[in-house]
């Protein structure tokens, strides 16, 4: 590429931004909820545009394994600086068969902290029940565990967590040729079990942002303590991709 097409490319790549950034004021949840360091310290403002993770609208995991990592993380995101939520549920939406459940189980919490959990046959009934759910105001968090869905799916989704003011973690199966459908959330996360030969107590993975609006791609070796399900960065792996490269 000549200099002249970088600086122009670079010069689109600045007012994309401006233009993303300046949109901020108009966040449901105002700025100053935005969640600007997560697992355990990792600075998000290098890797999304707005400074850091939306408190309200949709959130994805592709999921491409049994590991509960993916369980872990989505229970993370969803109570991320929650905020005063007093008389809130979080809302767990499962898709029977949807994604494979020998490693996704309703999680072993104390009463307190339980979800109301929801078991369903149709993608169309966990989209339509998520959707309704997030329009009501009466959530503080969804998660939902289905088939992949279509950008309208994700839109509709969107619009309905901006209405109620609500922040939605959908965990979405990895198609097999590694490719994900447009989607219209905010960050679009994976994570996936570190070769055995790097982790020899099996609970450490890679976590990586693999794309969603003003997102630079990034991965972290995270450590998941599995007994307060929680998160947190072993080793950043700063400036790489993941190794399929989504965007």
Same mark, same amino acid.
């Given at each position: 590429?000549?200099d002249?097409?970088?600086?122009?490319?670079?010069?689109?790549?600045?007012r994309?931004?401006?233009?993303?950034?300046?949109?901020?004021?108009?966040?449901?949840?105002?700025?100053?909820?935005?969640?600007?360091?997560?697992?355990?310290?990792?600075?998000?403002?290098?890797?999304?545009?707005?400074?850091?993770?939306?408190?309200?609208?949709?959130?994805?995991?592709?999921?491409?394994?049994?590991?509960?990592?993916?369980?872990?993380?989505? =229970?993370?995101?969803?109570?991320?600086?929650?905020?005063?939520?007093?008389?809130?549920?979080?809302?767990?939406?499962?898709?029977?068969?949807?994604?494979?459940?020998?490693?996704?189980?309703?999680?072993?919490?104390?009463?307190?902290d339980? !979800?109301?959990?929801?078991?369903?046959?149709?993608?169309a009934?966990?989209?339509?029940?998520?959707?309704?759910?997030?329009? /009501?105001?009466?959530?503080? /968090?969804?998660?939902?565990?289905?088939?992949?869905?279509?950008?309208t799916?994700?839109?509709?989704?969107?619009?309905?967590?901006?209405?109620?003011?609500?922040?939605?973690?959908?965990?979405?199966?990895?198609?097999?040729d590694?490719?994900?459908?447009?989607? /219209?959330?905010?960050?679009? =996360?994976?994570?996936?079990?570190?070769?055995?030969?790097?982790?020899?107590?099996?609970?450490?993975?890679?976590?990586?942002?693999?794309?969603?609006?003003?997102?630079? !791609?990034?991965? =972290?070796?995270?450590?998941?303590?599995?007994?307060?399900?929680s998160?947190?960065?072993?080793?950043?792996?700063?400036?790489?991709?993941?190794?399929d490269?989504?965007?």
């Amino acid at each position: 590429m000549s200099d002249r097409r970088l600086h122009l490319a670079r010069a689109a790549l600045q007012r994309a931004e401006k233009q993303w950034k300046g949109q901020v004021a108009c966040l449901p949840g105002g700025t100053d909820r935005i969640m600007r360091r997560a697992f355990g310290g990792v600075d998000l403002a290098h890797h999304i545009s707005i400074g850091g993770i939306a408190p309200v609208g949709l959130h994805e995991i592709i999921c491409g394994h049994d590991d509960a990592a993916a369980s872990i993380l989505a =229970w993370y995101l969803a109570r991320l600086s929650i905020g005063d939520q007093t008389g809130k549920s979080l809302f767990w939406i499962r898709q029977r068969r949807a994604i494979d459940q020998g490693g996704l189980y309703p999680l072993a919490l104390p009463a307190t902290d339980m !979800p109301v959990m929801m078991v369903v046959d149709r993608q169309a009934t966990a989209l339509w029940t998520s959707e309704e759910s997030a329009k /009501s105001g009466q959530i503080a /968090s969804i998660i939902v565990e289905t088939t992949d869905y279509d950008l309208t799916a994700a839109r509709r989704l969107q619009l309905a967590c901006e209405a109620g003011h609500t922040r939605l973690i959908a965990i979405r199966h990895m198609r097999s040729d590694g490719k994900t459908i447009a989607s /219209s959330a905010h960050t679009r =996360w994976r994570i996936t079990p570190e070769a055995a030969k790097h982790s020899t107590t099996g609970n450490r993975h890679i976590l990586s942002l693999i794309g969603g609006r003003g997102v630079r !791609p990034g991965s =972290w070796r995270m450590q998941i303590d599995a007994t307060t399900f929680s998160l947190s960065v072993a080793d950043a792996l700063e400036n790489r991709l993941p190794p399929d490269r989504y965007a």
